[in-house]
């Protein structure tokens, strides 16, 4: 059983920067895949970006790519989003997840085992 919890989120005017962290107890195997997803209000949760808990290449959606980096630190056990360049259209709220079967299609939300309670990012125009 895996527990996430993130954190890091509010409210931050466009063209500045916020850091979300994502802490996971429980065990983390390294084939894991961990993943950032948002979801505004009345709209389906979409992907942000992934990486595997190993290392590796990360993947973006192209709504991010070049503004947000997604990375983990092993030893603390905790996932990150670093988002800059923010706009009135990422404000959503941001959830972190964890898929247990690996690097296979990590941008779909249904593959995923554990999900965090989300957190709230709000960017002023």
């Known amino acids: 059983q895996v527990q996430l919890v993130e954190s890091g989120g509010g409210l931050v005017q466009a063209g500045g920067s916020l850091r979300l962290s994502c802490a996971a107890s429980g065990r983390i195997i390294s084939s894991y895949a961990m993943g950032w997803f948002r979801q505004a209000p009345g709209k389906e949760r979409v992907f942000v970006a992934a990486i595997s808990w190993s290392g590796g290449t990360p993947l973006y959606a192209d709504s991010v790519k070049g503004r947000f980096t997604i990375s983990r630190d092993q030893g603390k056990k905790t996932l990150y989003l670093q988002m800059n360049s923010l706009k009135p259209e990422d404000t959503s709220v941001y959830y972190c997840?964890?898929?247990?079967?690996?690097?296979?299609?990590?941008?779909?939300?249904?593959?995923?085992?554990?999900w965090g309670q989300g957190t709230q990012v709000t960017v002023s125009s």
């Open positions: 997840a964890a898929r247990v079967g690996g690097w296979i299609q990590v941008s779909s939300a249904s593959s995923y085992d554990y």
